[in-house]
């Protein structure tokens, strides 16, 4: 095991995969802090450029993306009012009034410090609790791998969006989609449409750039025409104490930093709720724990700290269930999922053991990504903060072109239409409140879904009384029916007030 961890470490620095990191770091800082991109446009394109890459290489660019994208979302939100990604919508509470005061570099070093410190400590426990969940995970069967993929979408339906049928439907529309292609078992070609080219199944990269970047930037394209955010902010005032945050402010925030991340880690680690809602629990927990609540809002630093520390926590977390059980925690781990597979490999609970310097080569990345986002989101703020005043109408018409540049990439001409075509979807569901999220989090795991539900069925001889001799299935399941009865339930009352009002 030794010998495999300084392996491992001795891959992750490598002057490739330092590189990609630096690299990675850079564009998701980008991205993150222009308004209506985020790191998971990022990920999206770039998931078909890391076929040319080693797998550890490909792993840690992806990764880096997604830890720079929470850094450069706060970027945005403090200067403009305006979030480069969801979650940095807490840091604008605060964020911006202290812009308004000249406060524009402290507030962003506030921001950078304690998202690198969530982080940190996020990885740390990502670190230390995915081997032992990978033991017990291993000991799991196709049926209580089926009944941890049916919680999972449950849970993520019922949290992500309004309405939880929305969010099943999309889910199921993914799992539905995810059928195209070779059945599993016979070997019969399904929906395929006379196409050859989909007898592999839809690439999941011209369906993420489809579905994420493109109808994002066709989304934006429409949008257009809105008004424009203030960009004219006293970025720093004339006193050199409104542009330092000295250690007396970091320290005094050093408690909510803490409480924050382990709110994010633990909401992390659960599939499908997200970083906004860590952002805004935590927001909420500073509040009440301050001794002067009436101040945030209006430009208290301490709600800077509380809700960037809580996003970028979600980051090392959300791998905790990809890592151990096979289960995306979030869109970007589905993304990355979709890397491991471009490079013949199957997050899970076997993972641990066959790919050991794999897995221990990410965890090194992350540490250097963490390092990375700190040094060069420190010197580079100022950088940023032109980034996040990018004109609108050539940023988005230049990703377009890397979203159409990146299904070429992958697919060929078979990839531009569907990039096309999966836009259109996700403008729609977007229009619609219908999930995208649990749209994308079903496509990936409709394979194992239906391998699970193939092998369940054959193992049960599809008797229902199989599944008493279960317990854990039966009680992940249960948790899964309670979840379902819990958001029907909340509906009906939410109805009936509505109603009466």
Known sequence: MFETVITAFSDAFTVQTLVLIFAGVFIGQIFGAIPGLSALTAIAIAVPLTYYFTPVGAL????????????????????????????????????????????????????????????????????????????????MGPTEMLAVIVFALTIIASLVGKSMFKGLIAAFLGLLLATVGLDPEGGTSRFIFGMPDLMDGLPISAVGIGVLAMAEVLRQLVMMRGANADSHLPFS???????????????????????????????????????????????????????????????????????????????????????????????????ILGAFIVHGIQPGPNLMHEQGRLVYGMFAAMVIANMTNLLLGYSGLRIFALAARAPARVVFPVIGLICLTGAYLTSGTFGLPLVVGFAVIGLVMRQLDFSFVTFIIGFVLGPSFELAVRQTAILSDATLGYFFDRPIAMLILALAAFTLVRSIWKHVLRSRKNATA
Request: net charge positive; hydrophobic share 50%; aromatic share 6%.
């Open 237 to 335: 005032s004339n006193n050199p104490q409104d542009k330092q945050l000295s250690w007396a402010e970091f320290r005094g925030c050093l408690r909510t930093i803490l409480r924050s991340a382990a709110i994010g880690t633990g909401i992390g680690a659960l599939p499908g709720i997200g970083s906004s809602a860590a952002a805004f629990i935590s927001y909420n927990a500073a509040v009440r724990a301050s001794k002067r609540p009436e101040t945030f809002g209006k430009g208290n630093i301490e709600g800077i700290a509380a809700a960037e520390a809580a996003n970028s926590s979600v980051v090392g977390a959300n791998f905790i269930p990809l890592l151990s059980i096979g289960i995306p925690g979030n869109v970007a781990a589905a993304l």
């Open 60 to 139: 840690a660019f992806l990764v880096s993306i997604n830890k720079g994208g929470t850094v450069g979302g706060a970027v945005s939100a403090i200067l403009m009012n305006t979030p480069g990604t969801p979650e940095a919508a807490a840091t604008a509470f605060d964020g911006h009034p202290l812009a308004k005061q000249g406060k524009g570099l402290k507030a962003l070093k506030m921001a950078l410090f304690s998202s690198v410190t969530g982080d940190s400590l996020s990885d740390f426990v990502l670190f230390a609790v995915s081997a032992p969940l990978a033991l017990i995970a291993i000991k």
